[in-house]
């Protein structure tokens, strides 16, 4: 690497000391990236619930129960169920991996013992943020696996790229507030905490079932709730929603909520830097 | 870049690339469908929405690939996919694999009970009912106009049917005027006269169009040929004419060959049932090419009436079975008591065969509830006859939407699936412009726009209560015991709850009685008198642990009383919750001595698992009565 290149050089990004060597940096990621999923992996109370729900919910009601009395054709319902479970998966692996990671580590003091050595902290969040990718798309596969095979859901490649890339790389906002929670949220109540707001607003957004069977002032209410947008738009894509917004608000939204969230992480952070 | 940076992205790299090599892996559909109308479920409970990419029936043609859009109980617009767009705020529901079709007409139905809900469940969204008790006609109307109706099937009637006093129409209980002027005891003009006051009557009464009876076998099994009075043809023509004069169309009624011809000629618009007796000749197709009438031959009555159950095969596919209740399954079983003889049957297809050949209008409509047949249901056993008549899969449709609503002038619409007709729609998986097997399938019905509930009808009878053989009314206690009218007062059995008074002030009659405990025996005075339809007066005998309760009576096998009284007709009714509405019944004529009468349970209640109540009663002949009954005893069977 040229010295000449420093400036536009992405690692510098992840440099937030002087002590650190650069050439280390990839090395760390690489290594952290290894051992969160090593971590993750080994841990059955994050493994467990974030894979066996969704494909729970969606072999019952989107595979069991989609016969052709409650949907007109048993693909429309395991297409449609297909969007809403996969989306509630990848937004329950992300908000975990990072909220009750970020929270744990903070209370064994792991997190500190970090911060005193020598790795960028922030390539540290990027690993985890990069495992959290892993495991959604490892989900969303499993989904789109299960629905083609049982479900007899049929797309066009192009929307089951799309598809498919909306909904793993549409997760990144909730690891962004996964990451705002973990350091706000102390290490015991995280898990409590986390589910009291996943699995209401999941709901609300019309992931567990169509948000027309919602109440109207919920539906109005879940245009401001960003699962609602990562949901809506999977179901715009293979067509099966009701009244969705542009893609631009919805990705506009999304950003926005990232943004806030990663202002709180900071916020947080600053605020256990001074402690 | 560094060996570890070339590993790390190198890593993500192949990471990225392997998730999207699986997503390009999965299976995809044929047709590019990843626009609007992909895989949406095809159902919809909102009341704005759009079927896009679906074949498409509209009444007469088909069109592949079609959209249509529904909006406020309208169809708002009809047409190619690439032509019809879809508005915003539309539910879309996905139209591959189906095919929609304007909701069917039943062009001969007798419309009771929950006729109306039953036939939308199976798609059929408008009856056109030729006679039923005319008190239902004027509620269901009402509702209708005021749009009130709900999901359920649209009703035309033609009201009260013109028949003899004592001819066909007059065996069902429903107390109704006829037409009994003797063409030979009057004048040319006085007949007309007679005809027309009749005909006007009707009209006012709302009689959509004028049906008149020239039933020359009596009962169509042929049983009892020539046994029941019927009109003469001079008196079906005036009828006619009559119809002709008030602007109101002359359906005839009919179940021979020549008495096709005869109306044919004397001007009738339309045939009600084929004919089973002798096969058409090239004479009567040219006749009724030429009158320009429409003929409903119902062809599904006539195949039971042939000795076959027609609705036997319904009553066999599950997928339909569910929507069934259990009296619609045990009417669909059961034939015309006649001897098994398909060819009569062949002898109808042969004539619809040759009549549609001719171009004249064939109508689809299958006479339920008559035995072999049930509402909504059986019009699928109809298009399947008139297929094996001849008809085209689309043809047969055809006759079963937009035909009957253009031969009856019926308008608004009903029957056609095009832009600013009522949504009336019925959406099947597969294809019945091919295989009009696909109608078995059905995924929606909407009605109105509105999405017609279709919920499997529960198999379970819930019963807590039995009751074994026995005695029930030996009214050898409580002597001289008097129960009035409308009066709570029950009087104890041997078992069960009791005996009670039951008249049908309940329903807006007038009918009275008083019953006492008289020497041992029950004995009832009273008066049938006009004001329901269906008069009665009598007593009820309630077998469960409180009025009405459904009690398993499956261990009876025969009811056996002795009765005396005044020479008039009686009947036992057996009320139960699996039978509807209208009990099953079975009369009964008494003399002044006493003697025994038996009645097989078995034949009367169905599978008498939920018996809710047995009636002892006179009506529907109007008058004063006397009855005695005593020793009223189950048989175990």
Known sequence: MSTGSRVKNPAMWFVPSRRENRRDIFRILRLETRMEMLKLLRAPSFVVPTFSFPILFY???????????????????????????????VIGAHLFALGVGVA?????????????????????????????????????????????????????????????????????PFSALGLALGHLLGPNSAPATLNLIYLPISFASGLWMPIWFLPEWLQTAAQALPPFHLGVQGHAMIGAANEAPPLVTSALVLAVFTGLSLLLAVTAWRREETE | MTRDAFRFFTGLAGATLAVMGALMLMPTSDEAVAEPGAATPAITTDDHFAIVGVRLFDGESVLEQAT???????????????????????????????????????????????????????GV??????????????????????????????????????????????????????????????????LRTAAREFVDARVAEGSDWIKIVYDRLGDPSGK???????????????????????????????????????????????LVHAWIDEPIDDALVDLARKSRAFVIPTLTVLESVSGTAGGAPLAADDELARFLPRTALGSLRRPFEAEPDPSRLEVALGAVGALHRAGVPILAGTDAPNPGTAYGVSM?????????????????????????????????????????????????????????????????????GSL????????????????????????????????????????????????????????????????????????????????????????????????????????????????RGDGGSYRLMVFSPSIGQIPAQQG???????????????????????????????????????LEIDDVELLAK
């Not at chain 2, 009109?231 to 008495?259: C, F, K, S």
């Open chain 1, 59 to 89: 072999v019952l009601f989107g595979l069991l129960l989609a016969d052709k009395m409650s949907s007109g054709s048993a693909t429309g319902a395991s297409a449609y169920l297909l969007v809403s479970y996969s989306a509630f998966g």
């Open chain 2, 224 to 270: 009892d040929a020539g046994q029941r009075p019927h009109l003469g043809r001079v008196a079906v023509a005036a009828l006619i004419d009559a119809a002709h004069a008030a602007g109101q169309l002359a359906v005839v009624h009919i179940t021979e060959r020549e008495a096709a011809r005869e109306v044919l000629e004397d001007g009738a618009d339309g």
């Open chain 2, 452 to 563: 017609v509930p279709r919920t499997p009808v529960p198999d379970e009878v819930s019963v807590s209560s039995a009751l074994d053989a026995g005695i029930i009314g030996s009214f050898d206690t409580s002597e001289g015991q008097l129960l009035g009218n409308g009066e709570q007062e029950i009087l104890e059995a041997d078992q069960g709850f009791g005996w009670a008074a039951s008249v049908d002030a309940r329903m807006g009659g007038t009918s009275t009685v008083t019953l006492r405990v008289e020497e041992g025996a029950l004995v009832m005075d009273g008066e049938i008198r006009d004001g329901f339809a269906f008069p009665w007066a009598g007593t009820i005998y309630f077998p469960g642990s409180r009025p009405m309760e459904p009690t398993d009576l499956s261990g009876v096998g025969e009811l056996v009383l002795r009765a």
């Open chain 2, 380 to 448: 699928i056993r109809e298009l399947e006859l008139l297929i094996r008549a001849g008809l085209a899969p689309t043809e047969a449709l055809a006759a079963a939407t937009a035909t009957p609503m253009a031969s009856f002038g019926l308008g608004s619409k009903l029957g056609r699936l095009v832009a600013g007709a009522p949504a009336d729609l019925l959406l099947v998986a597969g294809d019945p412009t091919t295989d009009v097997h696909a109608m078995r399938d059905i995924v929606a019905v909407w009605k109105r």
């Open chain 2, 68 to 122: 249509v859009v529904v909006d406020d109980g309208l169809v708002a617009a009809v047409g190619p996919r690439d032509h019809v767009d879809v508005p915003d705020g539309a539910t879309i529901v996905r139209g591959a694999d189906l095919t929609a079709l304007p909701g069917l007409v039943d062009s001969h139905v007798h419309a009771f009970g929950d006729a109306l809900e039953q036939s939308a469940v199976f």
């Open chain 2, 588 to 626: 009964f004529q008494v003399t002044e001595e006493w003697t025994e009468y038996r009645f097989d349970l078995q034949k009367l209640g169905g599978d008498r698992r939920d018996i809710s109540a047995l009636s002892i009663a006179a009506g529907p002949a109007m008058g004063p009565f006397h």
């Open chain 1, 104 to 172: 744990g580590e903070k209370g064994m003091g792991w997190m500190r013992l970090k911060r005193a050595s020598p790795m960028p902290p922030l390539a540290h969040f990027f690993a985890r943020i990069l495992v959290a990718l892993a495991f959604g798309a490892a989900l969303v596969l499993i989904m789109f696996a299960l629905g083609a095979a049982f479900g007899g859901v049929r797309l066009t490649q192009a929307t089951w790229l799309g598809l498919g890339l909306w909904l793993i790389l549409g997760g990144i």
């Open chain 2, 125 to 190: 969204t408008t009856v056109l009912d030729h006679f039923t008790d005319p008190e239902f006609v004027r509620r269901m109307r009402q509702e209708q106009d005021d749009g009130r109706a709900g999901a359920r099937a649209d009703l035309f009637s033609a009201g009260v049917l013109v028949t003899k006093e004592g001819g066909h129409g007059t065996q069902y209980g429903f107390d109704i005027p006829t037409f009994d002027v003797d063409p030979d005891k009057v004048s040319a003009a006085e």
